[in-house]
């Protein structure tokens, strides 16, 4: 398929009087009076490779005569054309390839050169605003953080150009905030690491009647949860909302890949949903003058329930002394009494 595109791409390109050239390093460079126009294409439109593309050209592009072009065969959503914008990069999905290969098709028939427009096709109103809508720092709730220097810290952030393209809860505890807070349990603090713990959420519902001798036993509930992804423990985690993106931290940081797969997630959160929504229920009739005692229990069958899962992080902060660790909530600031992982040594 993606030399079937490279080949309608190639006659795109030069339906527009553009010259293809070959390369190892992109899918297809066109060129035209000494203007490159560096194109990949892609099944599914990421934010690594638009900055991936836009990096490789802005380091070859001094003079200001090279753009790159990112081609993709599905649709992609707002955001990323957003940030293909701020990158420098055309982001085409599969609606504006088609908008070219019609315009191609009937340039032919005229006989007149296809007239190419290369500005960014999806543009609105919000996308002068910063692509990444949540800001690295929600400063409302920073610890120990004065207005003067939330306004400066402000100005720092929104020079940022990179985005982590992760799902994840906002990061509200500042690296400061962090080593202040640990020093209350730790010696002399070596080093703070952000870290991106790896979670499985799920919201689900369950609604079924389940009738006994004359009684009616209603289940009924709906909820959200979260699987740790490494250890396997359920967790209330206390979060608002979950982000699409957040900017790359300056310092160190790493994300943390997951132990348990989506089929093992499913399973334990779907055996832990139906013991949750499991009723015992005791019924009581007399014979004679005694009282007789019945425990019945009654539990959702799996057709029971409907879940949707997904893979989210939370931003926890490791802050280290010499022989000892502690892990901070860097959503919430809070201290993790047990640890997020299985390789964590606490004090």
Same mark, same amino acid.
């Given at each position: 398929? %993606?030399?079937?595109?490279?080949?309608?791409?190639?006659?795109?390109?030069?339906?527009?009087?553009?010259?293809? $050239?070959?390369?190892?390093?992109?899918?297809?460079?066109? =060129?035209?009076?000494?203007?490159?126009?560096?194109?990949?294409?892609?099944?599914?439109?990421?934010?690594?490779?638009?900055?991936? &593309?836009?990096?490789?050209?802005?380091?070859?592009?001094?003079?200001?005569? =090279?753009?790159?072009?990112?081609?993709?065969?599905?649709?992609?959503?707002?955001?990323?054309?957003?940030?293909?914008?701020?990158?420098?990069?055309?982001?085409?999905?599969?609606?504006?390839?088609? &908008?070219?290969?019609?315009?191609?098709?009937?340039?032919?028939?005229?006989?007149? +050169?296809?007239?190419? @427009?290369?500005?960014? !096709?999806?543009?609105?109103?919000?996308?002068?605003? @910063?692509?990444?809508?949540?800001?690295? #720092?929600?400063? =409302?709730?920073?610890?120990?953080?004065?207005?003067?220097?939330?306004?400066?810290?402000?100005?720092? @952030?929104?020079? %940022?150009?990179?985005?982590?393209?992760?799902?994840?809860? !906002?990061?509200?505890?500042?690296?400061?905030?962090?080593?202040?807070?640990?020093?209350? *349990?730790?010696?002399?603090?070596?080093?703070?690491?952000?870290?991106?713990? +790896?979670?499985?959420?799920?919201?689900?519902?369950?609604? /079924?009647?389940?009738?006994?001798?004359?009684?009616?036993?209603?289940?009924?509930?709906?909820?959200?949860?979260?699987?740790?992804?490494?250890?396997? =423990? *359920?967790?209330?985690? !206390?979060?608002?909302?979950?982000?699409?993106?957040?900017?790359? !931290?300056? #310092?160190?940081?790493?994300?943390?890949?997951?132990? &348990?797969?989506?089929?093992?997630?499913?399973?334990?959160?779907?055996?832990?949903?139906?013991?949750?929504? /499991?009723?015992? $229920?005791?019924?009581?009739?007399?014979?004679?003058?005694?009282?007789?005692?019945? *425990?019945?229990?009654?539990?959702?069958?799996?057709?029971?329930?409907? #879940?949707?899962?997904?893979?989210?992080?939370?931003?926890?902060?490791?802050?280290?002394?010499?022989?000892?660790?502690?892990?901070?909530?860097? *959503?919430?600031?809070?201290?993790?009494?047990?640890?997020?992982?299985?390789?964590?040594?606490?004090?």
């Amino acid at each position: 398929m %993606k030399e079937d595109l490279k080949q309608i791409l190639n006659d795109i390109f030069t339906s527009s009087q553009y010259n293809i $050239i070959e390369s190892n390093n992109y899918d297809l460079i066109a =060129s035209r009076n000494n203007y490159n126009i560096y194109i990949n294409i892609g099944d599914q439109a990421e934010y690594q490779k638009i900055r991936k &593309l836009s990096n490789e050209i802005n380091g070859n592009n001094q003079d200001g005569n =090279s753009i790159g072009i990112y081609v993709v065969t599905d649709n992609p959503d707002e955001r990323l054309y957003q940030y293909a914008d701020k990158m420098g990069i055309i982001l085409w999905g599969r609606d504006q390839l088609a &908008l070219q290969i019609g315009k191609a098709v009937i340039a032919d028939i005229e006989g007149e +050169p296809c007239n190419l @427009e290369l500005v960014q !096709p999806y543009s609105t109103a919000q996308s002068s605003q @910063e692509y990444c809508n949540d800001s690295y #720092y929600d400063y =409302s709730v920073m610890n120990d953080t004065t207005s003067e220097q939330v306004e400066q810290n402000t100005e720092q @952030e929104t020079v %940022k150009t990179d985005c982590l393209n992760i799902k994840t809860a !906002p990061i509200n505890t500042s690296k400061d905030s962090a080593v202040s807070i640990a020093k209350a *349990h730790l010696g002399k603090i070596q080093n703070a690491t952000l870290k991106f713990v +790896p979670y499985w959420k799920y919201n689900y519902s369950v609604y /079924t009647e389940q009738n006994y001798k004359s009684k009616t036993i209603d289940i009924s509930a709906e909820d959200t949860g979260y699987l740790n992804a490494l250890n396997g =423990s *359920h967790e209330s985690l !206390p979060v608002e909302k979950i982000i699409e993106y957040v900017e790359e !931290p300056e #310092y160190n940081y790493y994300i943390v890949s997951n132990s &348990l797969t989506r089929e093992e997630a499913s399973s334990e959160i779907l055996k832990n949903i139906i013991e949750k929504n /499991t009723k015992n $229920i005791r019924f009581d009739k007399t014979a004679g003058e005694a009282i007789i005692s019945e *425990h019945k229990r009654f539990k959702p069958k799996s057709s029971d329930i409907d #879940y949707n899962l997904e893979l989210v992080y939370l931003p926890v902060w490791e802050v280290k002394d010499k022989r000892n660790s502690i892990e901070i909530n860097g *959503h919430n600031s809070e201290v993790f009494s047990k640890p997020t992982g299985n390789d964590v040594e606490f004090m």
